[in-house]
């Protein structure tokens, strides 16, 4: 039998979730808000469409579309400007005092440069703990393929942090 959602509860389960993986690719907190927001105001207007079973499949592809359309607009505006384009902050020793924050400023840059699909195949193994089912489910590809996927992500992002050091 098929209940109706509870949206406090499923927002609240996976909003936070989203917003760390949104901010990945977007260099402003205010930003990750808006496309979350936006992203479950979609979902909302759209599950008439959907099966409640596809909601958290549905909601990383959109909002990763969200975080790349932004991306490319910033990048454009930048262009315009005459602006060097970059996708993500330029990492600096000074700007962080705590040896802990260089390294996570280090891990966000890198992994901020990975291709899309290597980015959130990482974030769904290592920050939201999912199987490779539930990934699989999510990218809507085969668990054999979500294996070969975190292969490559992972020799990418070590390549990206040798570069770096």
């Not at 936070?16 to 496309?35: G, M």
């Not at 809507?140 to 992002?157: F, G, H, Q, Y």
Request: proline share 2%.
């Amino acid at each position: 039998m098929n209940h109706p959602i509870d949206w406090e509860v499923f927002i609240k389960d996976k909003a936070k979730k989203l917003y760390h993986y949104i901010l990945k690719y977007v260099s402003y907190h205010e930003d990750a808000e808006d496309i979350v927001q936006n992203t479950f105001l979609e979902l909302y207007k759209n599950t008439h469409k959907l099966d409640e079973e596809y909601y958290e499949q549905w909601l990383y592809r959109v909002a990763h579309n969200k975080s790349i359309n932004l991306l490319k607009q910033n990048t454009s505006k930048r262009k315009k400007q005459g602006e060097i384009e970059l996708s993500v902050p330029v990492f600096t020793e000074d700007k962080y005092s705590d040896e802990n924050e260089k390294k996570k400023a280090i891990i966000r840059q890198c992994f901020s440069s990975l291709k899309p699909k290597y980015a959130l195949a990482l974030e769904l193994q290592f920050y939201q703990n999912k199987s490779y089912k539930e990934i699989a489910d999510i990218m809507d590809i085969t668990p054999s393929a979500v294996e070969s996927l975190l292969v490559r992500a992972k020799k990418e992002m070590k390549k990206k942090l040798q570069e770096l050091k």
